[in-house]
């Protein structure tokens, strides 16, 4: 089934799919929810949403007589609200956050402790798994395009088994496939794409822009989502993403979080420690540390800090700066053009004697995506945004570097981290 076909499918379906289902709320995943509230049933936890039958049931004297709850009926009732509530954080939980939501099911009530099996939950660990597994089934007979998108019959014929291809939220994406928003269908997000287009040609036009790209978003989720396009293809049908506050608008969209002044904020708070740790490193490295610390002028602005500290921080983490950054000096034009038409991924900066600001931006599979970003830092931040915004996977070579970026700076999905960027962490925490 073609992309066209399941999108018609979507909109022909939504008159009955729940309301809950098709506006749920976003949420972050489970990993991030306090324990204790979770424990304690707040209003951030998932046994917030047990109904009242659930609670009636679950109450004295079997909460304090710790005897096994046998009652299928009542067994069949929690996992149903438990699926949906977890739903709402992650339509693909992980085993750890299946995990922690049955050790505190067990922790809040006693009764359904399982006395036979591994730490007291581990039955129910399992139930959880396979409900929601159920649950997503269900949800596909509605058309809910983040659980659609794995069906079989969406898949190409290469790709058509279960575990195949499987697309789901990662890198704490709260809005990863949103459906269309209520009374739109393919047709009418076409005609706004359409709209769109000329609305670019347009000078002064970028409140109406924002209006239109904030209104398609769902329409260019499913596109990049379960075409995976090229990055060619996606400038081409919009060119309205390709510019700085665009892709600010589109990450807030997908993670709740502002882009760059969280990530500058988070890299000024551990600048202190940061440049400490740079300067107390010996051996081979230390000296390549105290070459680029050196090349800094004394009295350097903000933005000379915070270029430092990340070209530090890269060679710290064990990887090499040539591998983001390719910088230019008066370089003939041709030959920059066609030194960048070869580049996967890279930052460039070209300086000019007939300017005094370089020319900063962003280039990615040969060809240029983001321009006239003033300096390194901020094109950094810009880089993780449009990893966001079009589905790009970090270069395997530089995966410490933008998992600091990601998890350190953005603090997003920051419960999983490597030993190398844990251990930076601890340091700059302690």
């Given at each position: 089934?073609?992309?066209?076909?399941?999108?018609?499918?979507?909109?022909?379906?939504?008159?009955?799919?729940?309301?809950?289902?098709?506006?749920?709320?976003?949420?972050?995943?489970?990993?991030?929810?306090?324990?204790?509230?979770?424990?304690?049933?707040?209003?951030?936890?998932?046994?917030?949403?047990?109904?009242?039958?659930?609670?009636?049931?679950?109450?004295?004297?079997?909460?304090?007589?710790?005897?096994?709850?046998?009652?299928?009926?009542?067994?069949?009732?929690?996992?149903?609200?438990?699926?949906?509530?977890?739903?709402?954080?992650?339509?693909?939980?992980?085993?750890?956050?299946?995990?922690?939501?049955?050790?505190?099911?067990?922790?809040?009530?006693?009764?359904?402790?399982?006395?036979?099996?591994?730490?007291?939950?581990?039955?129910?660990?399992?139930?959880?798994?396979?409900?929601?597994?159920?649950?997503?089934?269900?949800?596909?007979?509605?058309?809910?395009?983040?659980?659609?998108?794995?069906?079989?019959?969406?898949?190409?014929?290469?790709?058509?088994?279960?575990?195949?291809?499987?697309?789901?939220?990662?890198?704490?994406?709260?809005?990863y496939l949103p459906p269309y928003p209520g009374g739109e269908d393919e047709k009418s997000q076409e005609q706004e794409r359409l709209q769109l287009l000329t609305e670019v040609r347009k000078r002064d036009n970028n409140t109406l822009i924002k209006e239109r790209m904030?209104?398609?978003?769902?329409?260019?989720?499913?596109?990049?989502?379960?075409?995976?396009?090229?990055?060619?293809?996606?400038?081409?049908?919009?060119?309205?993403?390709?510019?700085?506050?665009?892709?600010?608008?589109?990450?807030?969209?997908?993670?709740?979080?502002?882009?760059?002044?969280?990530?500058?904020?988070?890299?000024?708070?551990?600048?202190?420690?940061?440049?400490?740790?740079?300067?107390?490193?010996?051996?081979?490295?230390?000296?390549?540390?105290?070459?680029?610390?050196?090349?800094?002028?004394?009295?350097?602005?903000?933005?000379?800090?915070?270029?430092?500290?990340?070209?530090?921080?890269?060679?710290?983490?064990?990887?090499?700066?040539?591998?983001?950054?390719?910088?230019?000096?008066?370089?003939?034009?041709?030959?920059?053009?066609?030194?960048?038409?070869?580049?996967?991924?890279?930052?460039?900066?070209?300086?000019?004697?007939?300017?005094?600001?370089?020319?900063?931006?962003?280039?990615?599979?040969?060809?240029?995506?983001?321009?006239?970003?003033?300096?390194?830092?901020?094109?950094?931040?810009?880089?993780?945004?449009?990893?966001?915004?079009?589905?790009?996977?970090?270069?395997?070579?530089?995966?410490?570097?933008?998992?600091?970026?990601?998890?350190?700076?953005?603090?997003?999905?920051?419960?999983?981290?490597?030993?190398?960027?844990?251990?930076?962490?601890?340091?700059?925490?302690?």
């Open positions: 089934m073609n992309l066209s076909h399941m999108q018609s499918q979507v909109h022909h379906m939504q008159n009955h799919l729940p309301e809950r289902l098709l506006h749920r709320t976003p949420l972050f995943c489970l990993s991030e929810v306090p324990q204790n509230d979770i424990s304690h049933g707040q209003s951030s936890s998932p046994f917030h949403y047990l109904n009242m039958k659930l609670r009636y049931t679950l109450k004295e004297p079997l909460k304090t007589t710790r005897t096994l709850l046998t009652c299928s009926k009542v067994k069949a009732d929690i996992l149903e609200k438990l699926a949906e509530t977890i739903y709402a954080y992650a339509a693909y939980p992980s085993s750890a956050q299946i995990s922690l939501v049955a050790e505190a099911l067990v922790n809040k009530y006693p009764c359904l402790k399982e006395p036979g099996s591994f730490a007291g939950y581990y039955g129910w660990q399992q139930s959880i798994k396979y409900k929601m597994a159920n649950y997503r089934t269900k949800l596909r007979g509605y058309g809910v395009p983040e659980v659609m998108c794995n069906a079989l019959k969406c898949k190409s014929p290469a790709d058509q088994k279960p575990a195949k291809s499987v697309k789901k939220t990662r890198k704490a994406k709260v809005n904030a209104k398609t978003f769902a329409r260019r989720r499913n596109e990049i989502v379960n075409l995976s396009p090229s990055i060619e293809d996606i400038k081409a049908r919009w060119p309205a993403l390709f510019e700085a506050s665009q892709i600010q608008d589109e990450f807030h969209r997908i993670t709740t979080v502002n882009l760059e002044s969280k990530f500058m904020s988070k890299l000024d708070e551990y600048t202190p420690k940061l440049l400490s740790l740079f300067q107390s490193k010996g051996g081979t490295m230390g000296l390549r540390l105290h070459a680029i610390l050196l090349k800094a002028p004394s009295n350097r602005s903000i933005h000379v800090t915070r270029d430092v500290v990340i070209r530090c921080l890269m060679v710290y983490l064990g990887e090499s700066t040539d591998q983001l950054l390719k910088e230019y000096d008066d370089a003939d034009e041709d030959v920059v053009s066609q030194d960048l038409a070869v580049q996967k991924m890279k930052i460039y900066n070209m300086k000019t004697s007939t300017s005094e600001d370089p020319d900063v931006g962003i280039v990615v599979d040969g060809i240029k995506v983001l321009s006239a970003l003033s300096n390194m830092p901020r094109a950094c931040s810009m880089l993780v945004g449009l990893a966001y915004a079009v589905n790009l996977a970090y270069p395997k070579e530089l995966r410490y570097t933008f998992e600091a970026f990601q998890k350190l700076f953005l603090e997003l999905d920051s419960s999983k981290l490597s030993p190398k960027v844990n251990s930076l962490k601890n340091k700059l925490l302690a």
